[in-house]
Nanobody, 116 residues
Framework: QVQFVESGGGLVQPGGSLRLSCAASRSFFGIYGMGWYRQAPGKQRELVAIITSAGITNYADSVKGRFTISRDSAKNTVYLQMNSLKPEDTAVYYC??????????WGQGTQVTVSS
């Protein structure tokens, strides 16, 4: 079982930046892709970024050009660099498998709040 611990969230002003980290309990990047999700209060969880085991990335239209997903396989860590943050980016951010239908459990996530 691979477990993930998200960190790096916080309060930031609109236009600011944050880098989120997701630490895995074991090595998996050579086999699996990863995704970043977010869930705002009263909203469904949505996938915002993915990276495949081959390093190919894709993004939701709402974050394209502003967010960058990356990984450090040696550290068993995946990152989400978030730039030009907007209030609508406010949510709890989670990392997990890139296909939500395959997800069986979620970690605690990390809170990102974008507010002036």
């Amino acid at each position: 079982q691979v477990q993930f611990v998200e960190s790096g969230g916080g309060l930031v002003q609109p236009g600011g930046s944050l880098r989120l980290s997701c630490a895995a309990s074991r090595s998996f990047f050579g086999i699996y892709g990863m995704g970043w999700y977010r869930q705002a209060p009263g909203k469904q969880r949505e996938l915002v970024a993915i990276i495949t085991s081959a390093g190919i990335t894709n993004y939701a239209d709402s974050v394209k050009g502003r967010f960058t997903i990356s990984r450090d396989s040696a550290k068993n860590t995946v990152y989400l660099q978030m730039n030009s943050l907007k209030p609508e980016d406010t949510a709890v951010y989670y990392c997990n498998k890139p296909v939500i239908s395959t997800v069986t459990s979620w970690g605690q996530g990390t809170q990102v709040t974008v507010s002036s």
